[in-house]
């Protein structure tokens, strides 16, 4: 390491603050964080993460889990700060609750995530599919070891009850299950399409409980920008609630 992490502060030509700690990625994220945020919330944040990085003493792509732990830790069993309210030592709940938030804004690299994607105009599902998705509530899904032998949610269907039926044989188990009923899945993959028809009753596919919010068609550029919206309403709503 170099100098990182050394708080550097400066200002917009409209009087802004912003604040640097010496290494791109941190930076870029204080960037972020400026643009979205209000500048006491961008000052904490910054102080965070300089506290952070100088208690674990690497640089931001050396930093793993448990050295997030271990500052934690340290964080609440700090003796030279003891807390007014009850004598006790160590940072307040929601000091701790406000400088996890901001190494765990920096860190997160994504979000897992599948179902989301199965109604969005560009995925490959079947339209018939699609659309019992997008009719769907979470209380519509089953785990069922009916498409792979193995236990996985999927779409309630007629496809899923009759496999669920006491009288019909138990699903085989993988990869034995999916040899039997490929052949049988692609049939009514083809003839799904017919309104009111038999296979229409069986079509389903796999998909998680979240089915219950994905009642529009949308592009999966529009999905994504939803979830920035989200991930900003979130982290600002904390920040409000971290300095009140």
């Not at 100098?3 to 603050?17: K, M």
């Not at 969005?120 to 009916?146: G, N």
Request: proline share 4%.
């Amino acid at each position: 390491m170099s100098s990182f992490p050394c708080l550097v502060r400066s200002s917009t030509r409209g009087g802004e603050a912003r604040f640097e700690l010496g290494d791109p990625l941190v930076d870029a994220y204080l960037a972020f964080v400026a643009g979205r945020a209000r500048a006491n919330t961008l000052r904490a944040v910054a102080h965070d993460l300089k506290t952070f990085f100088g208690v674990v003493g690497k640089d931001p792509d050396e930093v793993v889990a448990a050295d997030v732990f271990d500052f934690l830790a340290l964080q609440r069993g700090d003796r030279t700060v003891i807390r007014i309210s009850d004598g006790e030592s160590g940072l307040s709940a929601r000091t701790i609750a406000r400088r996890l938030s901001s190494i765990s804004g920096l860190c997160a690299a994504g979000v897992w995530c599948g179902s989301v994607w199965l109604t969005t105009e560009e995925a490959e599902t079947h339209p018939v599919v699609k659309e019992k998705f997008l009719a769907a509530t979470s209380a519509d899904t089953v785990r069922s070891r009916s498409r792979t032998g193995k236990p996985a949610r999927q779409l309630r269907s007629a496809w899923t009850d009759e496999w669920e039926d006491a009288e019909t044989p138990m699903p085989l188990g993988m990869p034995m299950q999916p040899v039997l009923v490929d052949a049988a899945l692609q049939r009514i993959d083809r003839a799904a399409h017919r309104k009111g028809s038999g296979a229409e009753r069986l079509a389903n596919y796999f998909v998680g409980q979240i089915v219950g919010t994905m009642n529009q068609s949308k592009s999966a550029a529009q999905v994504v920008y939803d979830m920035i919206d989200e991930f900003i309403e979130a982290t600002q709503s904390l920040a409000r609630q971290l300095e009140t």
